[in-house]
């Protein structure tokens, strides 16, 4: 299933009927452990319900259960941790999911205002799309996007991403193996890499990565400077 969550539909973006595309630069961001410190709200979610008597373990043991498809749901996680406590265990998790904007990584609002200014943002993440969508709403960054896509499907698999925003895209996101993906189907665009952990990444890893939005702001403030001022005609390798 694919959302869009802002009710903004994406094929809504201008394609010029001649064959060419509009000039403006598109960014599409991931959210979770890019724009979302993840890590820090699913510790957060725990501590909302270890007063039910839920032990780290079975904390772990609940999370890591995400069904045949793979995606966390705030019901089944609920259940797996105490059936008879479930709907009490539903209100402790969405409480603390509704202080979302506490887990907004420093350098996001800063960077977000900085690219609206300078690009048509797009948000497209995975994951269940009520969860995606709790999170993103209490985090208040609905505003700096033009369009805002959830999906349960891998992002590469997505039909339905306007042409203009491929050609024409840099693509934002912490997941080294998405990255490739995304790089595989849409070779035309720019790909750069978040690395806010400081993983080890391979060394067959061709993508530009940085340590956080702040060394990645300089980079597309200089790409966008040489862009805006047509001094490159061509691709600027990634």
Same mark, same amino acid.
């Given at each position: /299933?694919? +959302?869009?969550?802002?009710?903004?539909?994406?094929?809504?973006?201008?394609?010029?009927?001649?064959?060419?595309?509009? &000039? &403006?630069?598109?960014?599409?961001?991931? #959210?979770?452990?890019?724009?979302?410190?993840?890590?820090?709200?699913?510790?957060?979610?725990?501590?909302?319900?270890?007063?039910?008597?839920? *032990?780290?373990?079975?904390?772990?043991?609940?999370?890591?259960?995400?069904?045949?498809?793979?995606?966390? /749901?705030?019901?089944?996680?609920?259940?797996? @941790?105490?059936?008879?406590?479930?709907? +009490?265990?539903?209100?402790? @998790?969405?409480?603390?999911? *509704?202080?979302?904007?506490?887990?907004?990584?420093?350098?996001? /609002?800063?960077?977000?205002? #900085?690219?609206? +200014?300078?690009?048509? @943002?797009?948000?497209?993440?995975?994951?269940?799309?009520? #969860?995606?969508?709790?999170?993103?709403?209490?985090?208040?960054?609905?505003?700096?996007?033009?369009?805002?896509?959830?999906?349960? &499907?891998?992002?590469?698999?997505? &039909?339905?991403?306007?042409?203009?925003?491929?050609?024409?895209?840099?693509?934002?996101?912490?997941?080294?193996? $998405?990255?490739?993906?995304?790089?595989?189907?849409? /070779?035309?665009?720019?790909?750069?890499?978040?690395?806010?952990?400081?993983?080890? @990444?391979?060394?067959?890893?061709?993508?530009?990565?940085?340590?956080?939005?702040? $060394?990645?702001?300089?980079?597309?403030?200089?790409?966008?400077?040489?862009?805006?001022?047509?001094?490159?005609?061509?691709?600027?390798?990634?």
């Amino acid at each position: /299933r694919d +959302h869009c969550v802002t009710g903004v539909q994406t094929c809504a973006l201008p394609i010029c009927y001649n064959g060419s595309v509009p &000039k &403006k630069t598109h960014i599409i961001m991931d #959210f979770d452990r890019t724009i979302l410190d993840t890590g820090s709200l699913t510790k957060g979610m725990y501590e909302a319900v270890r007063g039910f008597g839920i *032990s780290r373990e079975a904390w772990n043991i609940a999370l890591a259960d995400r069904g045949e498809e793979n995606i966390l /749901r705030i019901e089944r996680l609920a259940h797996n @941790l105490n059936p008879r406590k479930t709907q +009490h265990l539903i209100d402790a @998790l969405e409480k603390e999911v *509704s202080d979302a904007t506490w887990y907004l990584y420093p350098d996001v /609002r800063p960077f977000l205002s #900085f690219a609206s +200014h300078q690009a048509e @943002l797009h948000l497209l993440t995975l994951g269940d799309a009520d #969860f995606q969508r709790s999170k993103i709403e209490a985090a208040g960054i609905n505003s700096f996007f033009t369009t805002i896509t959830t999906t349960e &499907k891998p992002k590469h698999e997505l &039909k339905n991403l306007p042409l203009s925003t491929v050609e024409h895209g840099i693509f934002i996101n912490d997941s080294i193996q $998405e990255t490739r993906d995304m790089a595989g189907v849409y /070779r035309w665009a720019r790909h750069l890499h978040i690395n806010r952990e400081g993983v080890q @990444l391979p060394l067959d890893f061709p993508f530009k990565s940085f340590r956080d939005l702040v $060394e990645l702001r300089v980079y597309l403030e200089e790409l966008l400077d040489v862009q805006a001022a047509g001094k490159q005609t061509n691709p600027i390798p990634n």
